[in-house]
């Protein structure tokens, strides 16, 4: 009978859980919102790179880090928007920074909200508003189609129109839009209307206080971040045949970034050890 009266608990636990409050995030670092099932799931480990094998983003990852650090002391900071190429490193420059962080101050925690769930967001903002803790809320990879009306939400988050004055959260997104939304202007009937339309989409990237834009890098900068990963990794070989190599393998792909380099270097694990 005990353990049926358990089972019982643990279901409707699990269909109605109770809200978190701050001992809920002391069990890690990093969370995923799940608001279909209103819940959170712990991340227990980061998935990034060590910060030290970041190249050519030097003034990038300070920009992040000190601003990461103002919040974390209770000083004014701003949202961030990481755009630009793909490859080159976004998100992995917001989760290094973030990881880094997190080891020097267990008030800090990441929560990462899909892009479909962003229109839901002041539930979680609900939610986490009188727990004292820091959250960056990070949205991944985002972008908006025309007929979507998600980034009013996201506006709205950024403007501080759902929930005024929340001191303990600030947005870091990445995208590879820089303005997030579509800028196709299409067939409209009404030019003026949608001007207007227009230019209030393309202003949602102005409300981030850091905007940081990423190009495809050079063939230097490729050719240092498969030298830092090989060395990362303990890959012997000469430098001029890794270089050839690694030249061979980015024209084979079609492309040139930090991601394309470590694909490289995953390719030649087991093999050049």
Not at 162 to 176: D, E, F, K, R
Not at 196 to 209: A, K, N, P, T, V
Request: contains cysteine.
């Amino acid at each position: 009978m005990e353990e049926y009266l358990k089972r019982i608990a643990e279901s409707l636990e699990r269909a109605f859980p109770l809200d978190p409050d701050s001992d809920f995030f002391e069990k890690a670092d990093a969370f995923i919102w799940e608001p279909a099932q209103n819940q959170f799931s712990e991340v227990n480990d980061i998935s990034t790179v060590d910060i030290s094998l970041l190249k050519g983003m030097d003034e990038e990852i300070d920009q992040v880090r000190l601003n990461t650090e103002a919040f974390i002391e209770g000083k004014l900071a701003n949202n961030v928007l990481v755009w630009g190429a793909r490859g080159m490193g976004k998100s992995t420059l917001v989760k290094s920074v973030v990881k880094v962080a997190n080891s020097k101050s267990k008030s800090l925690k990441i929560i990462e909200v899909a892009r479909d769930d962003i229109g839901q967001i002041g539930q979680l903002l609900k939610l986490i508003k009188k727990i004292n803790k820091k959250f960056i809320i990070f949205f991944d990879d985002i972008s908006f189609d025309d007929n979507e009306t998600n980034y009013k939400s996201l506006k709205s988050v950024l403007d501080g129109g759902l929930i005024g004055g929340m001191q303990n959260v600030l947005v870091y997104a990445t995208s590879n839009r820089r303005h997030l939304l579509s800028r196709k202007t299409g067939g409209a009937d009404d030019f003026i209307r949608w001007e207007e339309e227009l230019d209030e989409r393309l202003s949602i990237s102005d409300r981030f206080g850091i905007s940081i834009g990423f190009y495809e890098c050079d063939q230097n900068l490729y050719l240092e971040i498969v030298r830092s990963y090989a060395k990362a990794f303990r890959i012997r070989m000469p430098m001029k045949e890794l270089n050839k190599k690694a030249l061979e393998w980015q024209i084979q792909r079609g492309s040139r970034s930090g991601r394309v380099a470590k694909q490289f270097i995953v390719s030649l694990l087991g093999r050049c050890k």
